[in-house]
């Protein structure tokens, strides 16, 4: 069992920040797949990143070169997002599966945060 809680969004102009934090308790974030997903409105939860097995780790192509997924020593999963755009805001996710898996569907993940919203104005 993991237990996930989200901080760190916010409102944020195009091209700014932000960085995304997530809680991770119960067990070592490093011993599970973490992930970040998202949502917009009206729309399905995609996948965002994810990194398992200490080094590895995936990006969807739409954010691959301005967000990096680590975990710290503290067993926090951070998002760090850069040159963000208006399409990235929606409600983001921290995720966890038992299984190191570089599967992107969330339906793999058994864990789930509450969410953080983002906003990026134009």
């Known amino acids: 069992q993991v237990q996930l809680v989200e901080s760190g969004g916010g409102l944020v102009q195009a091209g700014g920040s932000l960085r995304l934090s997530c809680a991770a308790s119960g067990r070592t974030a490093s011993s599970y797949t973490m992930a970040w997903f998202r949502q917009a409105p009206g729309k399905e939860r995609e996948f965002v990143a994810s990194r398992w097995n200490f080094a590895n780790s995936n990006y969807a192509e739409s954010v691959k070169g301005r967000f990096i997924i680590s975990i710290n020593a503290k067993n926090t999963v951070y998002l760090q997002m850069d040159s963000l755009k208006p399409e990235d805001t929606a409600v983001y996710y921290c995720?966890?599966?038992?299984?190191?898996?570089?599967?992107?569907?969330?339906?793999?993940?058994?864990?789930w945060g509450q969410g953080t919203q983002v906003t990026v104005s134009s």
């Open positions: 995720a966890a599966s038992a299984l190191y898996t570089q599967d992107v569907s969330p339906g793999s993940f058994a864990y």
